[in-house]
């Protein structure tokens, strides 16, 4: 029953507060980047505040928020994240309210002794817990009730539930590395990781043992601990989830950053400790790489990033930027040099010579080998080298300590796949996009390593440069990035974080479907699954995706990037597709509480709850439903989730409720008498912005003056539809949901009728309606 159509004269603030606490549960759970704590904690008073509720009713309907994710999530992985959310972010949450140590005790302790009377709830969560496979049942409040004893917000003798839990001690010390562990670092690891998936007593910690681990090998660097970590993390991204729904990516990502910036070769170390400096930079790189993608980081690095002049922050913004031969006089003389000393290690059949490997900068490295790779195409395009060459010369990358380089080698030709015009190879037309012609790369006024070669039958560079006209030759970059990719070498962990770049460059229509082809298919599909395989081993929880009737992560992709039409349009089709369901009711509520709570990162005005009422109201309600209402259940759903949105905006009932709790109080204290307490109670409600504790009535008369407007439209355009109803089963429901609506919403100044401020209500109205 929607809960403006319930029995009772007054709408039950604490159900729209379960709306809200709904929203804001599946915001920290599945937005990325992850809702900062401070954001949550304001919403939480704004809530208290807006609605005239005790802080223990928001929490109790913040923890059944959570309770309700966990209970519809259907995979261990899922599971994994709503009890790390309900059992330590929301305790975590409920410590930074500000509150004194026994106020904040007598508040969270309330909020369980309700919360225990839900065992509806309850008990399924236990069952869901117990589908794990563990062969444990989970009491899910007592499991609450601990972590809330970890951050000191409970008393153990004024819980039962405790009674029997003693409490269990985390040794920090427990987990070390380096040459104060007797573990190898990937044991010592993997054992931390594997615990941060299941105690969650003490996750909090161990999550931040995992930050400080990183910290600490970050500053004294220790490749050998940073770069098993890193990979770990890498192969298990719901440990990542973890540590970034308690922590902000910043905690992680800087001193990952500095790792990358400072790394330097010594000459005097030996080529193992270099071969082992360059694979740990690649997985730390990596791991960056994957943290920003991952997480949509790539718009606020300047806020998860320190050093803005670094390395690491700059390489970031262009990936895939390469440096021209024609603009080679633009490079410093160290990184001319290098570039000149690897293509002749690549092409001389010299091979890479240990005094290389030991004197080259992995940044500078990193940063030539796109132009390294595009000189390479060049010239084995123009002659200068045949495929042979070319091929032998490039599988030198395929090392382990080496790898990395291929991140802004596989991008770059990607994006000439892509964006460069498939012409035949000996077509007198220029690539497009950013490609260069081969002839100005091996050209002698551009400095090429290559250009001075010369070509097949004696030719000189210039001649070379003459005899090749064509752009870059697609085709071959198709054939060298194939040969990249099927190589048994090339590892899984990048083929996860460039899966975009290579299932665009494979889509595009100049690559024949071949054995290569077939092979990295295979591969792309077996990345998704590795992470399964390799965690069921290990007896970790899987990651799955979500099966959220409406899906977070896509309407705050669709509001920010495709506008507020677009944004409500795609609730409408969801719900309604979500109302032929047992689920229709959920929608609904979801589905209204993203209509009216600002989604995090969205500061225009254009994209305000104001802005997407109206769109919903005037103009999107009446364009998508009518062909796709096809039951009388689906114009029920639909009502409930019009009835809701405006309900969210209604505040009258608000003011009722507030008065009423100032009442009540006063007449419990018996200070004062009847009349005064009336009058009292008045000039309370007039006065309650400057004491912060409930919006004034001005503010809430304005928010209803706000919603009337569309309040009369709906009318007209239910007097409209009334003809076809008669017809039409899906009108028909909603005609009616909406005309139990109606009653349930008197004139506008007749709920604050026959109270002390009622006249000072009517005045303020008048000038809300001339204003």
């Not at 794990?132 to 409040?141: A, F, K, P, S």
């Not at 090392?399 to 892509?418: N, W």
């Amino acid at each position: 029953m929607a809960i403006w159509n319930a029995p009772t004269t007054e709408i039950d603030p604490e159900a729209l507060t379960s709306t809200d606490m709904l929203y804001l549960t599946y915001t920290m759970a599945r937005i990325r980047p992850v809702v900062q704590d401070v954001f949550v904690v304001q919403r939480l008073k704004d809530v208290q505040r807006i609605k005239g509720l005790t802080m223990d009713t928001v929490l109790l309907q913040f923890w059944l928020a959570g309770l309700t994710g966990l209970a519809e999530s259907n995979t261990s992985s899922q599971r994994l994240l709503w009890k790390c959310l309900v059992l330590v972010k929301i305790p975590s949450i409920c410590s930074k309210l500000g509150y004194s140590s026994e106020e904040l005790c007598d508040t969270v302790e309330s909020a369980l002794r309700q919360l225990s009377f839900y065992r509806g709830i309850l008990n399924e969560c236990d069952e869901c817990i117990a589908e794990d496979g563990t062969g444990e049942r989970v009491d899910v409040l007592k499991s609450i009730a601990i972590g809330c004893r970890a951050n000191g917000l409970v008393r153990p003798d004024q819980l039962d539930i405790l009674a029997d839990a003693p409490p269990t001690h985390y040794d920090p010390e427990q987990y070390k590395f380096g040459k104060h562990s007797q573990q190898s670092p990937a044991d010592a690891v993997e054992e931390l990781c594997g615990r941060t998936l299941s105690d969650f007593e003490h996750q909090e910690a161990l999550l931040d043992r995992i930050i400080q681990v990183c910290e600490e090998a970050a500053a004294s660097n220790d490749v050998l601990t940073l770069s098993k970590l890193c990979q770990t993390l890498d192969d298990n991204p719901l440990v990542v989830d973890l540590v970034l729904l308690m922590r902000s990516p910043s905690s992680l990502l800087i001193p990952l950053e500095s790792f990358v910036n400072n790394l330097q070769q010594n000459e005097d170390d030996d080529i193992d400790t270099c071969n082992s400096n360059l694979e740990g930079f690649g997985d730390v790189l990596i791991l960056i790489m994957t943290i920003v993608r991952r997480y949509e980081l790539a718009e606020c690095l300047d806020s998860v990033l320190k050093e803005k002049q670094g390395f690491c922050y700059m390489w970031l913004h262009h990936t895939s930027a390469t440096i021209p031969a024609a603009s080679m006089s633009s490079m410093t003389a160290d990184m001319q040099g290098l570039m000149g000393r690897w293509i002749s290690a690549l092409f001389d059949s010299m091979g890479i010579s240990d005094d290389l490997i030991q004197t080259s900068k992995p940044q500078m490295l990193l940063e030539i080998s796109p132009s390294i790779f595009e000189q390479s195409l060049a010239a084995c395009q123009a002659g200068v080298i045949d495929t042979t060459t070319l091929n032998s010369g490039l599988d030198y990358f395929l090392q382990p300590c080496l790898l990395f380089v291929l991140i802004g080698v596989v991008q770059y030709l990607c994006q000439e796949i892509v964006f460069s015009a498939p012409t035949p190879l000996n077509s007198t037309h220029h690539s497009g996009h950013g490609a260069s012609s081969a002839s100005s790369m091996i050209s002698p006024t551009g400095s090429s390593p290559l250009a001075s070669r010369g070509g097949a039958g004696g030719s000189s560079g210039g001649k070379a440069g003459h005899s090749v006209t064509s752009g870059k030759s697609v085709a071959m970059m198709q054939a060298s990035l194939k040969s990249l990719l099927a190589g048994e070498a090339f590892p899984a962990r990048l083929i996860r974080l460039l899966k975009s770049e290579i299932s665009a460059a494979l889509g595009h229509n100049a690559i024949e479907n071949d054995h290569q082809l077939a092979i990295i298919h295979e591969r792309l599909a077996e990345t998704s699954v590795n992470y399964d395989l390799m965690k069921r081993e290990k007896g970790w929880p899987v990651f799955g995706g979500s099966t959220y009737h409406m899906d977070v992560d896509l309407f705050r992709a669709t509001l920010c990037y495709m506008g507020p039409a677009q944004f409500v349009t795609n609730i409408l089709k969801r719900l309604l597709k979500a109302a032929m369901t047992p689920n229709g009711r959920r929608a609904a509520e979801l589905g209204a509480a993203m209509m009216t709570t600002p989604l995090v990162g969205c500061g225009d005005k254009h994209l305000s709850p104001q802005s997407l009422l109206w769109t919903l109201l005037c103009q999107t309600l009446w364009i998508p439903v009518p062909s796709r209402l096809e039951n009388f259940t689906q114009g029920k759903h639909l009502a409930t989730f019009v009835g809701m949105t405006l309900d969210m905006f209604q505040s009258s009932s608000f003011v009722q409720h507030h008065q009423t709790q100032l009442q009540q109080q006063q007449q419990e204290k018996g200070t004062e008498g009847v009349a005064s307490t009336s009058e009292d109670t008045g000039m309370e409600v007039d006065s309650v912005q400057t004491g912060s504790s409930s919006m004034s009535v001005l503010e809430q008369l304005e928010r209803d003056a706000a919603v009337e407007p569309f309040r009369v439209m709906l009318d007209q355009r239910l007097k409209a539809l009334e003809p076809i109803a008669r017809d039409r089963p899906g009108f028909e429901g909603f005609v009616q949901g909406m005309t139990q609506y109606r009653e349930r919403h008197p004139p506008l100044s007749l709920p604050l009728q026959g109270t002390s401020s009622s006249s000072a209500t009517t005045l303020s109205l008048r000038k809300v309606r001339m204003g």
